[in-house]
């Protein structure tokens, strides 16, 4: 019974840093792994389980029209106890206007704030694609809510769309 768990683990491992290393989403796993104390050394140890995970798909975009950051996509987990989250996201984006200016990051509880530019000098209507990762800090046990928002420059025209967000539970058991 330890090795199809075991094979569960490596598969789901396996795609969370593929997607890491590619920029690419994953789709979100739905299990828990049971707890399987280990040893190493003559000592106990406590694995980490890829748990509770939610994707979402935002094909239709977000067009910001504004300085103000909105929200462009949201998933909601039940986090069984107090961990960190994997967020992984891709999407497009383009502009009617060159040059266009726009900014996203995510957000919710242990997330970093940190900010990413977009924009293209001289490319109108073409789609630029993008993605990006993060582990959150430790978040406290519960229903959080994770996303990207996304806010324009003033006078730019920029509009996030084909979005594509995955959060994956990643604490210990």
């Avoid at 569960?8 to 491992?13: A, M, N």
């Avoid at 497009?92 to 996203?104: E, I, M, Q």
Wanted: aromatic share 6%.
């Amino acid at each position: 019974m330890r090795e199809p768990a075991n094979r569960d683990l490596r598969t789901i491992v396996v795609a969370v840093v593929a997607a890491a290393v590619t920029g690419t989403a994953i789709p979100a796993v739905g299990v828990m792994l049971a707890e399987t104390p280990g040893r190493v050394d003559g000592g106990a140890t406590r694995r980490a389980s890829i748990g509770p995970g939610k994707s979402v798909a935002n094909g239709s975009g977000c067009d910001p029209t504004t300085t103000q950051y909105v929200a462009c996509a949201s998933v909601r987990l039940n986090l069984p106890r107090r961990g960190p989250v994997l967020l992984t996201l891709d999407g497009a984006w383009d502009t009617t206007t060159a040059p266009s200016l726009g900014r996203c990051r995510f957000f919710g509880p242990g997330t970093s704030n940190e900010q990413v530019n977009f924009g293209e000098p001289a490319d109108s209507g073409t789609d630029h694609h993008f993605g990006f990762n993060e582990v959150t800090s430790r978040v406290a046990r519960g229903r959080r809510t994770f996303g990207l928002e996304c806010r324009e420059f003033t006078g730019d025209t920029i509009v996030f769309k084909e979005i594509m967000m995955s959060a994956v539970y990643v604490g210990p058991r």
